[in-house]
């Protein structure tokens, strides 16, 4: 099997009611036979990142923002950043992977690249992901870096499900403004 779905989003559709990715986006950074793991960007929680300090080894005191869940697979605390120079994993060109704990404390103490700090990630065994993509319950489109760093979760969701729906009603017309194919 190929990786063809590494540096995609998976987006729920509608219909799907699994409390762990209602109305999400997942972000698959790996994509192989042996598996898929990735992290839902849009849900935000209520934990600042410079409240995980006791996790690194420098000082995350003046980080800004919020972890994000990334899904029900308890995991290290990683990022996903636009830094090729701290990058651990690339996941599209410009986009990367990263746990190390100190390359997590430099993200932190620079203004220049873009994160986004996740506690947990979501992943699928063997198959798993493919039946539940034959099975209708999850959407797929490439990422896109402005998606991946969107700030209005639900927004997020909808405009996501929106792109793939047009795509799917109008494949040869992407510009036909904001028409909602059901993604209420």
Known sequence: MNSWLTGHFLIAVPALSDPNFFRTAVLLFQ?????AAGVVINRRTHVKISELSD???????????????????????????????????PIVPGLYLSTDKNILAKLTQ?????????????????????QELEAGGWLTTPAD?????ETDD?????????QVGLSI?????????NQDPSCN
């Open 154 to 162: 639900e927004r997020l969701w909808k405009s996501l499900c929106e």
């Open 31 to 35: 994509h192989s036979e042996s598996g």
């Open 55 to 89: 996790d690194f080894t420098a000082d995350t005191e003046g980080a800004e923002g919020f972890v994000y869940s990334g899904g029900p697979v308890e995991g290290p605390v990683m990022a996903v950043h636009t830094s090729l120079v701290l990058a651990e994993l």
């Open 145 to 149: 870096l402005d998606d991946i760093f």
């Open 169 to 177: 009603l109008w494949p040869n017309n992407r510009e036909l403004g």
């Open 110 to 130: 620079q203004t220049e690249h873009r994160y986004r700090f996740f506690g947990n990630y979501s992943g699928w065994g063997p198959g798993q992901l493919e």
